[in-house]
Protein backbone atom coordinates (compact mmCIF):
# COMPACT_ATOMS: atom_id res chain seq x y z
CA UNK A 1 0.00 0.00 0.00
CA UNK A 2 1.41 3.91 -0.58
CA UNK A 3 1.45 6.24 1.75
CA UNK A 4 -0.39 9.04 1.07
CA UNK A 5 2.24 11.51 0.47
CA UNK A 6 3.10 8.97 -2.68
CA UNK A 7 -0.35 9.00 -3.71
CA UNK A 8 -0.47 12.79 -3.58
CA UNK A 9 3.10 13.10 -5.54
CA UNK A 10 1.15 10.81 -8.18
CA UNK A 11 -2.34 13.03 -8.28
CA UNK A 12 0.29 16.16 -8.53
CA UNK A 13 2.12 14.72 -11.59
CA UNK A 14 -1.38 13.54 -13.05
CA UNK A 15 -2.75 17.36 -12.73
CA UNK A 16 0.51 18.71 -14.13
CA UNK A 17 -0.45 16.43 -17.17
CA UNK A 18 -3.68 17.45 -16.92
CA UNK A 19 -2.69 21.54 -16.78
CA UNK A 20 -0.22 20.98 -19.54
CA UNK A 21 -3.17 19.37 -21.90
CA UNK A 22 -5.51 22.17 -21.27
CA UNK A 23 -3.54 24.20 -23.53
CA UNK A 24 -2.88 21.61 -26.11
CA UNK A 25 -4.94 21.44 -29.79
CA UNK A 26 -5.34 18.51 -32.54
CA UNK A 27 -4.92 20.59 -35.56
CA UNK A 28 -5.84 17.78 -37.42
CA UNK A 29 -9.23 17.40 -36.47
CA UNK A 30 -12.20 18.69 -35.12
CA UNK A 31 -11.29 17.31 -31.50
CA UNK A 32 -9.88 18.97 -28.65
CA UNK A 33 -9.24 18.48 -25.43
CA UNK A 34 -11.92 19.72 -23.03
CA UNK A 35 -10.09 19.73 -19.81
CA UNK A 36 -6.41 18.79 -19.04
CA UNK A 37 -5.76 15.07 -19.36
CA UNK A 38 -2.75 12.46 -19.08
CA UNK A 39 -0.28 12.00 -21.46
CA UNK A 40 -1.26 7.91 -22.23
CA UNK A 41 -2.25 7.22 -25.50
CA UNK A 42 -4.59 4.44 -24.45
CA UNK A 43 -6.19 7.49 -22.34
CA UNK A 44 -6.02 10.52 -23.82
CA UNK A 45 -8.65 9.85 -26.54
CA UNK A 46 -11.37 9.32 -25.24
CA UNK A 47 -10.73 12.55 -23.17
CA UNK A 48 -11.05 14.74 -26.71
CA UNK A 49 -14.44 16.12 -27.24
CA UNK A 50 -16.15 16.63 -30.39
CA UNK A 51 -18.06 20.33 -30.71
CA UNK A 52 -21.47 18.08 -30.24
CA UNK A 53 -19.80 16.36 -26.96
CA UNK A 54 -18.60 19.78 -25.97
CA UNK A 55 -22.61 21.45 -25.93
CA UNK A 56 -23.13 18.04 -24.12
CA UNK A 57 -20.75 18.62 -21.57
CA UNK A 58 -21.48 22.20 -20.88
CA UNK A 59 -25.61 21.45 -20.76
CA UNK A 60 -24.37 18.55 -18.16
CA UNK A 61 -22.95 21.58 -15.59
CA UNK A 62 -25.51 23.78 -16.15
CA UNK A 63 -28.24 21.71 -15.59
CA UNK A 64 -26.27 21.13 -11.65
CA UNK A 65 -26.31 24.60 -11.56
CA UNK A 66 -22.84 25.08 -11.73
CA UNK A 67 -21.31 28.83 -13.15
CA UNK A 68 -18.55 28.01 -15.85
CA UNK A 69 -15.44 29.86 -13.82
CA UNK A 70 -16.37 27.31 -11.01
CA UNK A 71 -15.49 24.20 -12.60
CA UNK A 72 -11.75 24.86 -12.61
CA UNK A 73 -9.93 23.24 -10.03
CA UNK A 74 -6.67 25.13 -8.16
CA UNK A 75 -5.01 23.28 -5.50
CA UNK A 76 -4.42 26.04 -3.23
CA UNK A 77 -1.82 23.43 -1.39
CA UNK A 78 0.25 26.36 0.46
CA UNK A 79 -3.48 26.58 2.60
CA UNK A 80 -3.43 22.68 3.87
CA UNK A 81 -1.52 23.16 6.94
CA UNK A 82 -3.12 26.07 7.95
CA UNK A 83 -6.51 24.19 7.58
CA UNK A 84 -4.97 20.67 9.08
CA UNK A 85 -3.88 22.79 12.12
CA UNK A 86 -7.66 23.63 12.69
CA UNK A 87 -9.05 20.31 12.65
CA UNK A 88 -8.99 17.63 15.40
CA UNK A 89 -9.84 13.69 15.82
CA UNK A 90 -13.10 14.61 16.72
CA UNK A 91 -14.30 16.05 13.48
CA UNK A 92 -16.44 15.08 10.73
CA UNK A 93 -15.45 17.32 7.50
CA UNK A 94 -17.13 18.16 4.25
CA UNK A 95 -14.61 19.40 1.74
CA UNK A 96 -16.39 21.72 -0.38
CA UNK A 97 -14.97 21.73 -4.26
CA UNK A 98 -12.37 18.69 -3.40
CA UNK A 99 -11.13 18.55 -6.68
CA UNK A 100 -8.40 15.63 -7.23
CA UNK A 101 -9.08 14.87 -3.72
CA UNK A 102 -5.14 15.84 -2.36
CA UNK A 103 -6.49 17.65 0.70
CA UNK A 104 -9.11 15.37 1.34
CA UNK A 105 -6.82 12.70 1.69
CA UNK A 106 -4.89 14.36 4.12
CA UNK A 107 -7.73 15.12 6.14
CA UNK A 108 -9.27 11.73 6.24
CA UNK A 109 -5.80 10.93 7.91
CA UNK A 110 -6.58 13.31 11.03
CA UNK A 111 -10.15 13.37 10.92
CA UNK A 112 -13.25 11.08 12.21
CA UNK A 113 -14.10 11.28 8.60
CA UNK A 114 -14.18 13.52 5.02
CA UNK A 115 -16.80 13.70 2.57
CA UNK A 116 -15.44 14.96 -0.70
CA UNK A 117 -18.08 17.20 -2.63
CA UNK A 118 -16.83 17.88 -6.33
CA UNK A 119 -19.33 18.65 -9.45
CA UNK A 120 -16.30 17.91 -12.20
CA UNK A 121 -16.79 14.06 -12.52
CA UNK A 122 -13.94 14.11 -15.10
CA UNK A 123 -11.26 15.57 -12.13
CA UNK A 124 -12.85 12.92 -9.40
CA UNK A 125 -12.62 9.85 -12.58
CA UNK A 126 -8.94 10.51 -12.92
CA UNK A 127 -8.58 11.03 -8.99
CA UNK A 128 -9.99 8.09 -8.68
CA UNK A 129 -8.59 5.92 -11.06
CA UNK A 130 -4.74 7.28 -9.80
CA UNK A 131 -5.59 6.35 -5.85
CA UNK A 132 -7.38 3.25 -6.69
CA UNK A 133 -7.90 0.59 -3.69
CA UNK A 134 -5.84 2.97 -1.54
CA UNK A 135 -8.98 5.36 -0.98
CA UNK A 136 -9.37 5.31 2.56
CA UNK A 137 -12.44 4.05 4.43
CA UNK A 138 -13.14 7.11 5.72
CA UNK A 139 -13.26 8.82 2.71
CA UNK A 140 -16.22 9.06 0.62
CA UNK A 141 -16.23 10.83 -2.64
CA UNK A 142 -19.56 12.67 -4.13
CA UNK A 143 -20.33 14.48 -7.34
CA UNK A 144 -22.77 17.10 -6.95
CA UNK A 145 -22.69 20.88 -6.91
CA UNK A 146 -21.48 21.73 -3.66
CA UNK A 147 -24.13 25.24 -3.82
CA UNK A 148 -27.36 22.38 -3.64
CA UNK A 149 -25.48 19.74 -1.63
CA UNK A 150 -26.99 18.40 1.70
CA UNK A 151 -24.88 18.26 4.35
CA UNK A 152 -24.56 14.96 6.27
CA UNK A 153 -25.96 15.32 9.95
CA UNK A 154 -22.94 14.17 11.71
CA UNK A 155 -20.62 17.00 9.36
CA UNK A 156 -18.74 19.51 12.29
CA UNK A 157 -16.79 21.71 9.43
CA UNK A 158 -17.38 22.71 6.30
CA UNK A 159 -13.84 23.43 4.02
CA UNK A 160 -14.03 25.31 1.49
CA UNK A 161 -10.77 25.89 -0.74
CA UNK A 162 -12.40 27.22 -3.89
CA UNK A 163 -11.82 31.28 -3.87
CA UNK A 164 -13.35 31.74 -6.97
CA UNK A 165 -17.11 31.28 -5.60
CA UNK A 166 -19.12 34.27 -6.58
CA UNK A 167 -21.97 33.31 -5.38
CA UNK A 168 -23.62 33.53 -1.82
CA UNK A 169 -23.00 30.80 0.67
CA UNK A 170 -25.85 28.36 1.10
CA UNK A 171 -28.43 29.22 4.34
CA UNK A 172 -27.58 26.19 6.18
CA UNK A 173 -23.82 26.62 6.06
CA UNK A 174 -24.53 29.01 9.04
CA UNK A 175 -24.82 25.81 11.53
CA UNK A 176 -21.48 24.70 10.92
CA UNK A 177 -17.70 25.94 11.22
CA UNK A 178 -16.64 26.69 7.48
CA UNK A 179 -12.78 27.02 6.97
CA UNK A 180 -12.16 28.69 3.91
CA UNK A 181 -9.92 30.53 1.52
CA UNK A 182 -9.69 34.11 1.21
CA UNK A 183 -10.56 35.69 -1.87
CA UNK A 184 -7.02 36.76 -2.83
CA UNK A 185 -6.39 32.98 -1.94
CA UNK A 186 -3.33 33.92 0.52
CA UNK A 187 -4.90 32.65 3.53
CA UNK A 188 -7.77 30.49 5.74
CA UNK A 189 -10.30 32.56 6.86
CA UNK A 190 -11.47 30.17 9.73
CA UNK A 191 -12.89 29.70 13.46
CA UNK A 192 -15.27 32.33 12.92
CA UNK A 193 -19.13 32.44 13.18
CA UNK A 194 -20.70 32.28 9.42
CA UNK A 195 -21.91 35.85 9.85
CA UNK A 196 -18.39 37.00 10.66
CA UNK A 197 -17.01 35.02 7.59
CA UNK A 198 -19.51 36.83 5.13
CA UNK A 199 -18.41 40.05 6.62
CA UNK A 200 -14.79 39.64 6.56
CA UNK A 201 -15.17 38.23 2.88
CA UNK A 202 -16.96 41.36 1.82
CA UNK A 203 -14.02 43.10 3.50
CA UNK A 204 -12.23 41.69 0.27
CA UNK A 205 -14.43 42.92 -2.35
Same mark, same amino acid.
Given at each position: ? #?????????? @???????????? $????? $??? %?????????? $? @????? *??????? +??? !???? %?? #????????????? $????????????? +? +???? +?????????? *????????????? %???????????????????????? !????????????????????????? #?????????? #??????????????????? @?? *?? @??????
Amino acid at each position: M #RTTQQIIDAL @KKRYMQWMEDAH $SRDNN $SAL %EPSFPVPQEP $S @KTKRY *LKTPEQL +DRL !IAYY %ED #RGAMPHELFFVPE $SWLYDKILDQLTE +D +DVVV +DMGAGDLRLS *LLMAEKVQKVYAV %EINHEIISYALDEIGYDLPINLDV !IVANMMEYEIPSDVTTIVLLVKNVT #RDLPDDWGNY #RVLRASPDGESVIGKLSYD @KI *LH @KLRDYT
